[in-house]
């Protein structure tokens, strides 16, 4: 059974850094690419980042980019995102998918939810 | 890149069929076969319902169905069940190795 599991999330001051990871089960880490996807309390979903299998691809949404960093160990089958210079508006679940055909998420993890708050 | 455009609701009774919009330009929805529909519960995450178009994953009931015509995607759903009632969005491709979601529709079984 495929699993995926975040963690990393909590309470963070404007401006302040954060590392999220996604601990990945079931399945061969190594041969998918994987994302990183987050949602605003009451929002829609936003793409935030995606890392390609043997992260020689990285892609970010342009709000992130130089703040956000994704990366992978394939080794310990975990997926991660570190988060500098947070904003308030950055108050989200953020989620970890699995890249599937099409641009498509195929699974997701339950979310871990960061608060950036004074 | 633009967030697609959903429709904030819709609504059918059990038994009928409703059909959800996601609408994008030439240089998402329209120009490449990668839209994919997510149902999403309160306080859960996103499942994958359809992806490519028109795809379905294994495991989702054949009562939803996907299509694309230019630069609108649509998901149906026929035979409305209450089950059914959830946020829907779609995504897709945007260029540049951008990925795009559109707001999301409520959908209310009545």
């Known amino acids: 059974e495929v699993q995926l599991v975040e963690s990393g999330g909590g309470l963070v001051q404007p401006g302040g850094s954060l590392r999220l990871s996604c601990a990945a089960s079931g399945f061969t880490f190594s041969a998918y690419s994987m994302s990183w996807v987050r949602q605003a309390p009451g929002r829609g979903l936003e793409w935030v980042a995606t890392i390609n299998k043997d992260a020689s691809n990285i892609y970010y949404v342009d709000s992130v980019k130089g703040r956000f960093t994704i990366s992978r160990d394939n080794a310990k089958n975990s997926l991660y995102l570190q988060m500098n210079s947070l904003r308030a508006e950055e108050t989200a679940v953020y989620y970890c998918?699995?890249?599937?055909?099409?641009?498509?998420?195929?699974?997701w993890g339950q979310g871990t939810l960061v608060t950036v708050s004074s | 890149q633009s967030a697609l455009t959903q429709p904030p609701s819709a609504s059918g009774s059990p038994g009928q069929s409703v059909t959800l919009s996601c609408t994008g330009t030439?240089?998402?929805?329209?120009?490449?076969?990668?839209v994919s529909w997510y149902q999403q519960y309160p306080g859960k995450a996103p499942k994958l319902m359809i992806y490519?178009?028109?795809k379905r994953p294994s495991g989702v009931p054949d009562r939803f169905s996907g299509s694309k015509s230019g630069n609108t995607a649509s998901l149906t759903v026929s035979g409305l069940q209450a089950g059914d009632e959830a946020d829907y969005y779609c995504?897709?491709?945007?260029?540049?190795?951008?990925?795009?979601f559109g707001g999301g529709t409520k959908l209310t079984v009545l």
């Open positions: 030439n240089s998402d929805v329209g120009g490449y076969n990668a």
């Open positions: 995504s897709s491709y945007g260029g540049r190795s951008n990925l795009v």
């Open positions: 998918a699995r890249d599937s055909s099409g641009w498509s998420r195929d699974y």
């Open positions: 490519e178009v028109s």
